[in-house]
């Protein structure tokens, strides 16, 4: 899409990438830079920064592990000339973060590039130390600087890493990654919403009752048991994937044809999501995290989370939005429910609320995208009575370029439409922050299930979860 919804600075002319023998530059980077050859879209050289004491040689295997493991079956690389070309561009610069020799080692790797783009692949603790020198060798003018969520794990450290970054780069050149942003289904919403017409009287509090989100995976913490004990499901999820839905589907019209505007409305969806109170939120924990590598015997991190949300707008005031996501549930899925008022009368004996629900919208996200709308229907017969049909507008199984590498693609181009901004950062952090520290005890459930059960209570005033269904959708 080349519209001017895309805002476009310079291109980068070369990549940095500090971390570049960690596990982000393992499990997404790399994969990412090799799609991006094998599209052709990546000529620029790239220039890995590590404290460990490799050498390029071992640097270049870094990159061909990476690229055959993430290739799926038996490690087969599909595009060896994409991967020959990669590991060429690749270079290597060793040392010390806290060394201005590793900076001016650094800059002489960089050459005549005017423009790099440093992709902090470093635990934000470095920011401030890899931020100095880079100043203090003078490789900031021009520059950008790529960082990945979580920003911060609350308001305060989300101001601070703010704080320093802006202290650097200006925000147009702070580029941060949620990768549910480079989603083709959550592409999907901003545009849905706004290049109909039909949506827009119903799409509100008058019509809407409310909104429900599901973000469900059947597996565990894997080999992140240490990484997870510090973040848990509200941390690594919920504050900006799940939240990032929650704007572009709550978002009032962008003003003017401008990604700028989209980030404008959105960042007031944050600003006029209620602060949570310890009574909006379940926390649960599957059973077996105990046992879960790196973590810890006691741990009361959530594996699962479950809370309402209120959005005190004009548009969304008492429309409560129901959020959840966990490890170790029934099945692996993110969907969208918007639910739709039933009819003022009930004229028929099947009519909701007897029947449930007669009409809504849902976006399945994940593993496919999809968008039905529901309708209750006359069963064929001399009764009135019904069911409930969706009419599906969307129901694909898209061959999307991975998010990674669409947003890694566009902060080297330059466009930074779909990252975050800085207040919308900081808004997110404030919503969540009054539960951080005091909420309830956590609840245990068993994995393959839905949570725990404490779930039903919290949403039962508005009625019952909808479990995303993988037959047929
Ligand atoms: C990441 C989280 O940001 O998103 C993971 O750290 C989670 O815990 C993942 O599994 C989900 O992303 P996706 O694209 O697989 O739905």
């Given at each position: 899409?080349?519209?001017?919804?895309h805002s476009h600075a310079s291109p980068a002319d070369?990549?940095?990438?500090?971390?570049?023998?960690?596990?982000?530059?393992?499990?997404?980077?790399?994969?990412?830079?090799?799609?991006?050859?094998?599209?052709?879209?990546?000529?620029?050289?790239?220039?890995?920064?590590?404290?460990?004491?490799?050498?390029?040689?071992?640097?270049?295997?870094?990159?061909?592990?990476?690229?055959?493991?993430?290739?799926?079956?038996?490690?087969?690389?599909?595009?060896?000339?994409?991967?020959?070309?990669?590991?060429?561009?690749?270079?290597?610069?060793?040392?010390?973060?806290?060394?201005?020799?590793?900076?001016?080692?650094?800059?002489?790797?960089?050459?005549?590039?005017?423009r790099?783009a440093?992709?902090?692949?470093?635990?934000?603790?470095?920011?401030?130390?890899?931020?100095?020198?880079?100043?203090?060798?003078?490789?900031?003018?021009g520059g950008r600087?790529i960082?990945?969520?979580?920003?911060?794990?609350?308001?305060?450290?989300?101001?601070?890493?703010?704080?320093?970054?802006?202290?650097?780069?200006?925000?147009d050149s702070?580029y941060?990654?949620?990768?549910?942003?480079?989603?083709?289904?959550?592409?999907?919403?901003?545009?849905?919403?706004?290049?109909?017409?039909?949506?827009?009287?119903?799409?509100?509090?008058?019509?809407?009752?409310?909104?429900?989100?599901?973000?469900?995976?059947?597996?565990?913490?894997?080999?992140?048991?240490?990484?997870?004990?510090?973040?848990?499901?509200?941390?690594?999820?919920?504050?900006?994937?799940?939240?990032?839905?929650?704007?572009?589907?709550?978002?009032?019209?962008?003003?003017?044809?401008?990604?700028?505007?989209?980030?404008?409305?959105?960042?007031?969806?944050?600003?006029?999501?209620?602060?949570?109170?310890?009574?909006?939120?379940?926390?649960?924990?599957?059973?077996?995290?105990?046992?879960?590598?790196?973590?810890?015997?006691?741990?009361?991190?959530?594996?699962?989370?479950?809370?309402?949300?209120?959005?005190?707008?004009?548009?969304?005031?008492?429309?409560?939005?129901?959020?959840?996501?966990?490890?170790?549930?029934?099945?692996?899925?993110?969907?969208?429910?918007?639910?739709?008022?039933?009819?003022?009368?009930?004229?028929?004996?099947?009519?909701?609320?007897?029947?449930?629900?007669?009409?809504?919208?849902?976006?399945?996200?994940?593993?496919?995208?999809?968008?039905?709308?529901?309708?209750?229907?006359?069963?064929?017969?001399?009764?009135?009575?019904?069911?409930?049909?969706?009419?599906?507008?969307?129901?694909?199984?898209?061959?999307?370029?991975?998010?990674?590498?669409?947003?890694?693609g566009d902060a080297i181009s330059g466009d930074g439409s779909?990252f975050?901004?800085?207040?919308?950062?900081?808004?997110?952090?404030?919503?969540?922050?009054?539960?951080?520290?005091?909420?309830?005890?956590?609840?245990?459930?068993?994995?393959?299930?839905?949570?725990?059960?404490?779930?039903?209570?919290?949403?039962?005033?508005?009625?019952?979860?909808?479990?995303?269904?993988?037959?047929?959708?």
């Amino acid at each position: 899409m080349q519209n001017r919804l895309h805002s476009h600075a310079s291109p980068a002319d070369a990549l940095v990438i500090f971390g570049v023998t960690g596990d982000l530059a393992h499990r997404m980077i790399f994969p990412a830079l090799y799609g991006m050859l094998k599209s052709g879209a990546l000529d620029i050289p790239v220039i890995g920064v590590a404290s460990a004491k490799w050498n390029l040689a071992q640097v270049r295997q870094k990159a061909r592990d990476s690229i055959r493991q993430s290739s799926g079956q038996f490690g087969k690389i599909e595009d060896p000339d994409a991967l020959d070309r990669l590991t060429s561009l690749l270079n290597y610069v060793g040392g010390d973060y806290n060394d201005l020799n590793t900076f001016t080692a650094l800059k002489q790797a960089l050459g005549n590039a005017r423009r790099p783009a440093y992709f902090l692949a470093i635990p934000p603790a470095l920011f401030p130390t890899v931020m100095k020198w880079l100043a203090a060798a003078g490789l900031t003018e021009g520059g950008r600087v790529i960082v990945e969520k979580p920003f911060g794990r609350d308001l305060a450290s989300a101001q601070e890493l703010n704080r320093i970054a802006l202290s650097t780069f200006p925000e147009d050149s702070i580029y941060r990654i949620d990768h549910y942003l480079g989603k083709e289904a959550i592409m999907n919403i901003l545009y849905f919403r706004f290049a109909n017409s039909f949506l827009e009287p119903i799409w509100n509090r008058n019509c809407i009752s409310s909104v429900q989100i599901t973000l469900s995976e059947d597996f565990g913490v894997k080999d992140r048991g240490a990484f997870y004990e510090s973040v848990g499901c509200l941390r690594d999820v919920v504050q900006n994937h799940l939240f990032q839905i929650v704007a572009l589907l709550a978002m009032e019209p962008p003003a003017y044809q401008g990604f700028g505007a989209v980030h404008n409305e959105k960042a007031k969806v944050f600003q006029a999501m209620r602060a949570l109170h310890p009574d909006d939120i379940v926390r649960g924990q599957y059973t077996g995290y105990l046992n879960e590598i790196g973590v810890a015997k006691d741990s009361d991190v959530e594996t699962f989370c479950a809370l309402r949300l209120f959005i005190d707008s004009w548009r969304w005031e008492g429309v409560p939005w129901y959020l959840r996501s966990g490890k170790c549930l029934a099945t692996t899925a993110a969907e969208v429910i918007v639910e739709l008022k039933p009819p003022p009368q009930r004229l028929f004996d099947d009519s909701a609320p007897v029947s449930g629900r007669s009409n809504y919208l849902r976006f399945r996200l994940s593993p496919n995208s999809a968008i039905a709308l529901a309708a209750r229907v006359k069963r064929a017969g001399k009764e009135f009575v019904g069911d409930t049909r969706e009419l599906y507008l969307l129901n694909d199984q898209p061959s999307q370029e991975p998010p990674y590498q669409r947003l890694l693609g566009d902060a080297i181009s330059g466009d930074g439409s779909l990252f975050i901004r800085e207040d919308a950062v900081e808004s997110a952090w404030a919503v969540i922050e009054p539960v951080l520290k005091t909420h309830h005890p956590i609840y245990p459930y068993p994995p393959g299930s839905w949570g725990p059960e404490q779930v039903d209570a919290l949403i039962a005033p508005h009625g019952s979860w909808r479990n995303p269904q993988l037959v047929n959708t």
